[in-house]
């Protein structure tokens, strides 16, 4: 889906992840059943790696397809974060008695924000009522599951400091996971370009779209895309390789250009 509105979100979720960066650690320590206790650094690196990953998939959603499994995982997002503006930080708020940060923010940026997006995506039919339903809780299910492993990873590499609070090294780790992920997009996307190229199914890549022009087809990989053109003029079967969220990465970006190209088929 093409829309830059949708960079509201990733935005939205800054300043909401930056209130909580700010004062849920120490809130956390009594917070009871609402939030275990969790150190300063392990948590600003969980809140640091989820609030990069809203600006990748808002990015893959913009540059793919509508209907993808990137407007999927961004309304799955949008989603999760307006239900926890109400579990816990309002509930936490009524019940303790006394303010769960990330309350102010999540009801002035993230519920405006995300109510809107979900309702211009589903009126616009880019995405339809149950698979959202499913994507949401999916994706609830797994960040429920991932934040216990960006806390672990966190406090990991507070020890590899010898327990000092790195804000480099933190930096320094999520710049190589970001630049492995485009590393192996532009390994992955050469593969299987190649590989249609001679006629063979892609290995990395699902199939997501199927045209109606007599058997051209898309598939999406990781931060690319493939479409296999068919019943061009003259015999001619079409190959063509884009990498989306490109401008994320521009020194990659730089280093594996899109590519496309024909192949005269037999018979």
């Not at 990137?70 to 926890?84: P, Q, T, V």
């Not at 290995?203 to 493939?226: C, E, H, M, W």
Request: glycine share 12%; hydrophobic share 50%; with cysteine.
């Amino acid at each position: 889906m093409t829309d830059q509105i949708q960079w509201l979100f990733p935005i939205a979720l800054t300043f909401h992840n930056l209130e909580e960066w700010i004062w849920l650690p120490g809130w956390s320590r009594k917070a009871g059943k609402f939030h275990g206790a969790v150190g300063e650094f392990e948590f600003r690196f969980a809140v640091t790696v989820l609030t990069v990953a809203a600006y990748v998939i808002t990015a893959l959603s913009i540059s793919d397809h509508e209907g993808s499994v990137s407007d999927y995982l961004f309304a799955g997002y949008c989603a999760a974060m307006l239900i926890n503006v109400i579990m816990p930080h309002l509930v936490a708020t009524l019940v303790m008695r006394s303010y769960a940060p990330g309350l102010i923010t999540g009801a002035l940026f993230i519920a405006p924000v995300t109510i809107c997006l979900l309702w211009r995506l589903l009126s616009t039919g880019t995405v339809t009522a149950v698979p959202l339903i499913i994507w949401s809780g999916g994706f609830i299910v797994m960040i429920v599951g991932i934040i216990p492993v960006l806390f672990a990873l966190g406090r990991k590499l507070r020890s590899m400091g010898g327990g000092k609070y790195s804000i480099s090294r933190m930096v320094l780790f999520l710049l190589c996971i970001y630049l492995a992920f485009f590393l192996f997009s532009w390994g992955f996307g050469g593969i299987d370009y190649e590989r249609l190229r001679q006629g063979r199914a892609p290995l990395f890549a699902v199939k997501t779209a199927q045209y109606k022009d007599g058997g051209s087809i898309r598939y999406s990989g990781l931060f690319y895309t493939l479409v296999e053109w068919d019943q061009l003029p003259g015999g001619i079967r079409g190959v063509e390789l884009t990498y989306v969220g490109g401008l994320l990465c521009p020194l990659i970006g730089s280093l594996r250009a899109d590519r496309s190209d024909t192949v005269k088929v037999d018979g």
